[in-house]
């Protein structure tokens, strides 16, 4: 990408979407464009035709997204269905039939199957049955994906997409129902150290491993991979290391300060047993992550002290 190339930047309040924009900047690019929800609805055709018709950008970072935890997939499968196809369908269509030079396309871990050979490369998509819990999120990430990949065919494109494993850090969502797993561990442990909680309970047995990035590490990683990269293939982004929730929870208490007890209700989901990508195509590529899991939760935990509304979404 120029350095005074435009660049739009779709989902840029969210915490991928601000990490990249902060990455950006970082390095020089000045020129980026953003909307928010109120002045462009990515769900509607006509409006995003009209800004890609009026604004022509030349390189394109697709966020946007409609995400959450398990229980919020579990409650709205139609709603992370409809609105993630359309808003993807929609940005990558519009995009290519105003010439962008180049887009790059966010997608999720849970595009895998769910018993996936382990660590996950990425020629795994698509040959066994995915998770129940995000099948409706992973449908449409997986039908963005592979738009992507037959716009390459058909005509030429240079669009590529990239799957980030499991993400933290600045801007997370700490919703109590609505959140993934790591920032509702640091909120739940937060609220019980300053309410005096004697006993948490933890959805599961606590044996599930999962493999977490810090969301600025991504965003570096999106920039690079926009410089470096072009292909049909996905590229996986994550650090190739995984932890137990349970370590998981465990070292969450240790950095928010909860000296109280834990306990694992084992009649709540486990989710996926276990998800930790195959990074050595992003390695050879020559790209590896900074922020180790420990320095990352206290990035995160200082972020949610200083911004407690956030706590509210």
């Not at 935990?301 to 200083?306: P, T």
């Amino acid at each position: 990408m120029e350095k005074n190339a435009k660049i739009y930047v779709a989902g840029h309040r969210g915490m991928v979407g601000s990490a990249i924009i902060r990455e950006l900047k970082q390095q020089g690019y000045q020129n980026i464009i953003t909307k928010t929800h109120k002045e462009l609805d990515l769900c509607s055709q006509k409006e995003v035709q009209k800004f890609f018709e009026e604004e022509k950008p030349e390189y394109v970072f697709l966020a946007a997204a409609k995400v959450g935890g398990i229980i919020a997939n579990q409650e709205g499968l139609a709603d992370f269905m409809y609105e993630n196809m359309m808003i993807e369908m929609n940005v990558i269509h519009s995009a290519w039939e105003s010439g962008c030079k180049k887009l790059q396309f966010l997608g999720s871990s849970c595009i895998y199957p769910k018993m996936a050979e382990q660590p996950i490369k990425e020629t795994s998509l698509l040959t066994s049955a995915l998770e129940p819990t995000n099948e409706a999120y992973a449908l449409a990430k997986i039908s963005g994906l592979k738009y992507c990949e037959y716009l390459n065919r058909q005509y030429g494109t240079d669009y590529i997409s990239v799957m980030p494993t499991n993400l933290y850090g600045p801007n997370d969502n700490y919703h109590p129902t609505h959140s993934h797993v790591l920032p509702a561990l640091i909120r739940r442990f937060h609220e019980a150290k300053m309410n005096q909680i004697e006993e948490v309970s933890c959805w599961g047995t606590g044996q599930p491993l999962r493999e977490f990035l810090y969301v600025d590490d991504l965003a570096n990683a999106c920039v690079y991979l926009m410089n470096n990269y072009s292909g049909n293939e996905t590229v996986n982004v994550g650090t190739g290391k995984e932890i137990s929730i349970k370590d998981l929870t465990e070292l969450v208490t240790k950095i928010v300060g909860y000296e109280g007890n834990i306990q694992w209700d084992v009649t709540k989901p486990d989710g996926t047993p276990r998800k930790l990508l195959d990074v050595t195509k992003l390695k050879k590529l020559g790209w590896e992550y900074k922020v180790d899991l420990e320095e990352g939760i206290r990035l995160a935990y200082q972020d949610f002290l200083e911004n407690p509304m956030r706590a509210e979404r």
